[in-house]
């Protein structure tokens, strides 16, 4: 079975340790989107300016998002791996009870506009970046978490919060210290 890297006419010798751990870091970008990711990553550090300027193909997905009797059809960007990434969150049409309303009318009965906004980022964050994280391991397992939140690019100090201090203290209740 060949993979797309195989695929490619190229002069380049890459050892498999260097390509299977590419497939990894890659996560469920193509090869030519993270490697062009990587320059930027690498042209960012090397130059230290702001007049970089990045261009990105966007393909925008489609959400729903319900609460009591509505229904919220709205669109956002499709997650990319970038530093300069944004969900950019558009509401399509507002349905109550079935029927299509305005959404100012829906503004009107629910002052709710910021907190439906979050939840929308919610489900967007969630329908994007969720399926990326592959651990499978037992939950005390924070090599796997620590590797997984590092390929997602999410800080060292969430690592720490979000993983760490839950598993110590899920370990001292348990008397494991």
Do not use: C
Not at 68 to 81: G, H, M, R
Not at 115 to 129: C, G, R, S
């Amino acid at each position: 079975m060949k993979s797309e890297l195989d695929r490619i006419k190229s002069t380049i010798t890459i050892s498999l340790g260097a390509k299977n751990r590419l497939r990894k870091l890659k996560g469920s970008q193509s090869y030519e989107e993270f490697i062009n990711y990587l320059i930027r990553l690498r042209e960012q550090t090397a130059y230290k300016s702001d007049n970089i300027i990045e261009i990105q193909k966007f393909q925008r997905k489609k959400g729903i998002y319900s609460f009591e009797n509505y229904k919220i059809l709205f669109s956002y960007n499709q997650f990319s791996n970038s530093p300069n990434f944004i969900f950019d969150i558009q509401i399509n049409t507002v349905r109550e009870n079935g029927k299509k309303i305005s959404f100012n009318d829906f503004k009107i009965k629910n002052p709710l506009e910021y907190k439906l906004y979050f939840e929308l980022l919610k489900t967007a964050i969630q329908n994007e970046i969720e399926p990326l994280f592959r651990h499978k391991g037992r939950f005390e397992d924070y090599f796997s978490w620590e590797r997984e939140f590092r390929m997602l690019n999410i800080s060292k100090k969430s690592f720490e919060e979000d993983v760490m201090d839950k598993l110590n203290n899920y370990n001292y209740k348990q008397g494991a210290f």
